[in-house]
């Protein structure tokens, strides 16, 4: 069972502080209020105009919390955020660039 | 599950990391492109159907607020789950494995409801093109919560009949890292459907 | 032990890398011949103008097949054969990562070429071409099954390579024998990393594209519908943004080759390796950003075709690096002229032709000109059929004798490259010309006014020179098997890991893993000499290998099942299908690949 004793080394660190009960607690405590504050920006007229860049920068942080914490990201070894944010990345530029091909460049008209 | 014939052969990797682990993150940089194409599709059609109903119409924000609560919690109860494991707590893992399958059904029945209202208000997915994007992607995650429940499923049985012991965490780990990320997308989902509408 | 079996059972139940390899080689050569006879029936029907040989309508599905078979059944799973056979002994592993995985994929690729090749039984072959562009596609233009064996057939092709991304990606992340750094693996093996990164996020791209057609078709939905606010294009799009990065994982991998076979024919380590490198990893970067390159004629607009025809030329610098780089590594070198080594120079000077003609069309107002013409059907035969099985072929002249333990043979080899050569340029360099006089693409005939039956009548007779030569390679394989010249260890004088072990490899490959020390091994001869001592001993306890399974066949069997039940248009029929696949997985989960036998 090397791969699990491995595993468990890797993660030797994240028993104490990063990795304890508390703190996932937390974690869970700030998604939970960060999604009440995109639900209340939604409802919040005087806010419209600033609407996208507020809420798409509030669930970069939701993502980036569960990605960092809950899936261990930051306290592992660098390969694992390699290989991911690999996808990630190519990811969210496929993402942007056909947003703005077609919300932002529209095509000529024949 | 042990499928890491060579690592476990001669004890060594060179990382000194797991290959399943290593493996299970690549998979999931996959499936970031998979979404990525899903929510593009979904984002270049914004504003793009001819005919109703319009998200405007439809979407029901407070609805879907409590069940992105609910998949968010479940994440939560994931991470608590892999503890329990990793403590050797039996009836602790169990018990949050098995919040994990509530949380995660309860997102589902919401999908589910959600849906069939949807479809009562003449949204489907031969409609129009929101309708098609619509329920193309929230379908899709919905099936990878679906997969993950039944994970879940099986990762309770075996720990309720004491085979997830701690040095059997990775395999309790990996399922978590599946779930997060099926928590992630549905954080990407949320923002870019729902909320700017 | 089940290794040392070689009945039949042993081969499909095998979960051998080596095997697996093979297989993958033999499978894709015999899509190759199909491919090829495609090929002469198109040649045939182009021959003179207005010729009848065969109907428009099989004429389409001629070409559909061929383009869909030569990439995704030939090209892909040929390269896939050598990452099988040759990666694991490169990095000093015993295995892959996950060998039951790796045999999924083998199994998954072949179902799913015999899905989408079964369409000819139905008389439906698809016949849409391989880019396959909406809304032709759509229920209302193709109402036949044509398309469907194509979206079906090609996601089944979709979901082994990604399995095959992900486990090479682990298995030279993770198995590197101790001491084989990042900087220190052969460069076939760093392109099998890129290549494996590309597969992994290209693949995807592509299965949503075919999921949105499949709903489109089976469920009446309007991505590609521009009657309910849908748009054809955006099929161009995401078939472009897998599309083009594919086009770095066909030619990834025979750069790959010749840049571990040009250093061994010269006898001098490659010129700026770090340079190879990092110019393979900007290729597979870059490649995501020059995909609207093939939609200048949707009319993009100015903004977007500029960004698209910087992007694309930038990406002809690290190509062009590399060439640099492999005649700087022939420069002043002991060059043998082997067969490998001819084909690797061939893949040089026909694929510096073919990139060439891609920066013409790179410019957006010249390629309004070429595009859908034979020009560009041209260039891309210069850089996948010159450039990329001229790659895949030398690295079959060359690690032929460590898989068999036998030569090629060299006369016949020789004639089976200068045939492909010249057959190759005879049937190719013709159509630039017929394509400038405005020969389009995909049509089954041509007017006699145009003046271009002479280039089609040579390009005819050029393709059966390359039947020729094709079927010199196949006998040459087989000879050679058979009472090929023995081979020891390390025949070529090579540097890189997989000459330490005896050839063909032991099941087990290392007696016991070795230390590496330096980027070429096995050319410093204090270092071949403490790796030999543990790579050429016979073992007091071989090492332990994984059983084989029937897990791998039984799931991919339910795969192709599945897909081929959504056929049906019933909702609950695939459901059958995912059932069955539901119970192999779990039965997969609980298998322990090293249970002992009876125990």
């Known amino acids: 069972m090397s791969t699990s004793e491995i595993a468990a080394e890797a993660h030797g660190h994240d028993q104490g502080g990063h990795g304890s009960v508390g703190f996932y607690w937390t974690i869970a405590g ?23 860049p507020i809420l798409l920068t509030l669930s970069a942080v939701k993502f980036a919390m569960v990605v960092m914490f809950f899936m261990h990201l930051k306290f592992d070894s660098k390969v694992f955020t390699v290989v991911f944010l690999t996808g990630l990345s190519i990811g969210t530029f496929v993402v942007v660039a056909l947003v703005l091909l077609y919300q932002f460049l529209p095509r000529l008209k024949g | 599950m042990s499928d890491t014939a060579v690592a476990e052969d001669h004890h060594y990797t060179a990382t000194g990391l797991p290959t399943w682990k290593v493996g299970f993150w690549t998979f999931l940089g996959s499936e970031c492109l998979f979404f990525a194409s899903l929510i593009s599709t979904y984002m270049v059609y914004k504003g793009a159907s001819t005919t109703g109903p319009f998200p405007a119409d439809v979407l029901n924000i407070p609805l879907t607020s409590v069940s992105t609560f609910v998949l968010l919690m479940s994440s939560l109860a994931m991470v608590l789950a ?22 995660g059904g309860t997102f589902l029945g919401f999908q589910v409801y959600e849906f069939t209202h949807f479809v009562h208000e003449g949204l489907t997915i031969s409609g129009n093109v929101f309708g098609s994007s619509f329920f193309v992607l929230t379908g899709f995650h919905g099936a990878h919560v679906t997969v993950g429940v039944i994970w879940m499923t099986v990762l309770f049985i075996m720990s309720l009949r004491g085979k997830l012991t701690p040095a059997e965490a990775l395999k309790v780990e990996i399922a978590g890292l599946y779930w997060h990320f099926v928590d992630i997308v549905w954080i990407v989902i949320f923002t870019l459907i729902y909320l700017l509408q | 032990m089940s290794a040392h079996n070689n009945g039949i059972w042993s081969w499909i139940t095998t979960v051998d890398h080596k095997r697996i390899g093979v297989m993958y080689f033999v499978t894709a050569l015999v899509f190759f011949v199909i491919a090829g006879v495609e090929a002469l029936v198109i040649r045939i029907q182009l021959w003179r103008p207005e010729n009848d040989f065969i109907s428009a309508e099989t004429y389409s599905q001629m070409f559909t097949m061929h383009g869909t078979t030569m990439i995704f059944l030939v090209a892909m799973p040929m390269a896939v054969a050598f990452f099988n056979f ?109 290549t494996s990164f590309i597969l992994v996020t290209a693949l995807p791209v592509l299965a949503v594209a075919l999921i949105l057609l499949a709903f489109d078709r089976f469920f009446g939905a309007n991505f590609y519908q521009p009657m309910a606010g849908g748009d054809p ?11 083009h990065p594919e086009v770095y994982i066909l030619i990834l991998p025979s750069f790959g080759v010749i840049s571990d076979v040009i250093p061994t024919f010269s006898r001098k380590p490659l010129f700026g390796y770090p340079i190879v490198v990092y110019a393979g990893i900007m290729i597979g970067f870059l490649g ?46 002991q060059i043998r002229f082997t067969t490998a080594m001819l084909y690797c120079i061939g893949l040089l000077a026909i694929f510096t032709l073919g990139g060439l003609s891609g920066i013409m069309h790179a410019s957006a107002p010249i390629d309004l000109q070429q595009h859908d013409t034979h020009f560009v059907v041209a260039h891309f035969h210069y850089v996948v059929a010159g450039g990329v099985m001229m790659g895949l072929f030398a690295g079959l002249y060359y690690w032929f004798p460590k898989v068999t333990g036998r030569f090629m043979d060299e006369r016949l080899g020789k004639i ?86 005896p050839s063909p490899p032991p099941h087990y490959n290392f007696a016991e893993i070795p230390t590496v020390r330096s980027r070429e091994p096995l050319w410093r001869e204090e270092e071949r000499r403490e790796i030999e001592a543990v790579t050429l001993k016979v073992p007091d306890v071989e090492p332990v290998m994984p059983n084989s399974s029937y897990m791998p066949i039984l799931l991919a069997f339910g795969v192709a099942l599945t897909w081929g039940l959504v056929m049906t248009g019933k909702w609950w029929a695939p459901v059958i299908g995912l059932s069955y696949v539901g119970v192999c997985i779990l039965m997969w989960a609980f298998e322990d690949p090293f249970a002992r036998k009876g125990a």
Not at chain 2, 91 to 101: D, E, G
Not at chain 3, 233 to 243: D, M, R, T
Not at chain 3, 426 to 454: C, D, K, Q, V
Request: glycine share 8%; proline share 5%.
């Open chain 1, 30 to 52: 700030i998604l939970g209020v960060i999604t009440a504050v995109e639900v209340a920006v939604f409802y919040i007229d005087a806010l419209a105009p600033a609407l996208a």
């Open chain 2, 82 to 103: 892999l503890d329990g494991v990793r403590r050797g707590d039996k009836r602790l893992a169990s018990f949050w494995l098995a919040m994990v399958i509530v949380l």
């Open chain 3, 86 to 194: 040759i990666v694991p002994l490169q990095i000093g592993a015993r295995d892959v990562a996950f060998p039951r995985l790796n045999a999924l994929s083998y199994w998954t690729f072949l179902f799913g070429g015999i899905f989408l090749n079964s369409s000819f039984l139905f008389g439906a072959a698809p016949n849409t071409s391989w880019v396959a562009y909406a809304n032709l596609t759509s229920s209302q233009f193709s109402p036949g099954h044509n398309v469907d064996f194509w979206l079906l057939g090609l996601s089944i092709l979709g979901i082994s390579s990604i399995m095959g991304g992900v486990n090479f990606i682990t298995t030279i992340i993770n198995l590197r024998a101790p001491g084989m750094k990042l900087m220190r693996m052969p460069l076939f093996t760093w392109m099998t990393l890129v």
């Open chain 3, 233 to 243: 294009i955006l099929w161009q799009h995401l078939f472009w943004i897998f599309g």
């Open chain 3, 288 to 333: 995501w950003g020059v995909w609207s390159h093939h939609m200048f004629t949707t009319g993009l607009g100015p903004i977007a075709d500029a960004f698209f025809v910087a992007s694309t030329m930038i990406i002809a610098i690290p190509t062009g690096v590399k060439i640099c780089n492999w005649i700087a590594t022939m420069w002043g070198g």
């Open chain 3, 416 to 501: 089976n490259f200068w045939t492909y050569f010249v057959g190759f340029n005879l049937t190719f360099f013709p159509m630039h010309i017929s394509g400038i006089y405005g020969m389009p693409r995909r049509t089954w005939t041509y007017a006699a006014e145009l003046n271009i039956a002479l280039p089609n009548m040579l390009s005819t007779i050029g393709a059966f020179i390359f039947a020729l030569s094709a079927l010199i390679l196949v006998y040459t394989i087989i000879k050679s098997a058979i009472s090929g010249e023995p081979a020891g260890p390390n025949p070529w004088n090579a540097a890189t890991l997989e000459w330490s072990i």
